[in-house]
C-alpha cells in the first residue's frame, strides 16, 4: 500500500512539473541580447528548461551574476552547472537541445559563448525586485568582456598617462641654467679650497711692485 501511495505521489510530481523551452539562436537580427528567447523565466522545482538550438552555432552555460561569461564551476567549485558547449545547428538541419532540470529557487544564470560579450545571456527565476536584475547581469556581461566601449577606455588612459612624461621629460634635461649654476658651484668651492698661504703670496705679489717703485724714486 505505501509503495503505491509513493508511486502515484510520483507521478503527481511528474504530470504537475513543467517543460518550459527556450530557443537558442532564433532571431533574424545582429542584436545578441535577443539569442536567448525568451531570455528570462519562471521554474518551479522540478520543471525542466529546455534550450532548442535552432540557428547558428551557440550554447548554453550556467555562469554567475558576478561573472557573466565564465562557467560557474570555474569561479565556483561548489556549483556543478550546465554547458552545452557549442551547438552547430549547420543552417538550421541539425536542432539539438538541452534539458535542465530545476532543483531550487535561486536565480539560475546563464550565457552563449558566441555572444555574451555583447549581452547574449539569460536567466531562470530571476528576482527583479533585487540589485541582481537581468538588465544588471546584461551590463555585467558588456562591460567585463572586452567592448568597444572598455577598449576605448582603456586607450584613453594610456594616452593619457604617457603624455606628461614626454612634455616634462625636455624640461628637466634641457634647462639652459643647469650649466651656470654648476659654473658658480664650482668656482665657489675652488675659492674655498684655497690654503692661507698661497692666500698670502697672491697678496705679495699685488702689494710688491708698488713697494719697489717707491724705493726708486
Not at 41 to 49: E, K, Y
Not at 51 to 61: D, E, L, P, V, Y
Not at 129 to 150: K, Q, V
Request: charged share 10%.
Amino acid at each position: 500500500m505505501r509503495c503505491f501511495a509513493l508511486a502515484l505521489a510520483l507521478s503527481v510530481a511528474v504530470a504537475s512539473a513543467k517543460q518550459i523551452v527556450i530557443t537558442v539562436g532564433g532571431n533574424t537580427t545582429n542584436n545578441a541580447s535577443t539569442v536567448f528567447q525568451p531570455a528570462e523565466v519562471s521554474a518551479n522545482i522540478g520543471d525542466v528548461v529546455f534550450f532548442n538550438f535552432t540557428q547558428g552555432n551557440h550554447s548554453a552555460i550556467q555562469s554567475t551574476f558576478a561573472s557573466p561569461c565564465i562557467p560557474a564551476h570555474d569561479t565556483n567549485a561548489t556549483i556543478n552547472g550546465f554547458d552545452s558547449g557549442p551547438r552547430d545547428t549547420v543552417n538550421g538541419t541539425a536542432i539539438t537541445n538541452l534539458p535542465v532540470t530545476v532543483s531550487s529557487n535561486d536565480t539560475i544564470w546563464f550565457y552563449d559563448a558566441a555572444t555574451c560579450a555583447a549581452g547574449g545571456v539569460g536567466g531562470i527565476n530571476v528576482n527583479e525586485s533585487s540589485t541582481e536584475t537581468l538588465d544588471g547581469f546584461r551590463r555585467n556581461a558588456i562591460r567585463l568582456n572586452g567592448t568597444a566601449t572598455s577598449n576605448g577606455t582603456s586607450n584613453s588612459n594610456s594616452t593619457s598617462a604617457s603624455a606628461p612624461l614626454s612634455a616634462t621629460a625636455p624640461s628637466r634635461t634641457g634647462s639652459g641654467t643647469a650649466p651656470a649654476r654648476t659654473s658658480n658651484a664650482a668656482a665657489a668651492a675652488a675659492a674655498a679650497a684655497m690654503s692661507p698661504e698661497r692666500a698670502v703670496v697672491r697678496g705679495l705679489g699685488t702689494v710688491l711692485p708698488f713697494a719697489l717703485f717707491a724705493v726708486m724714486l
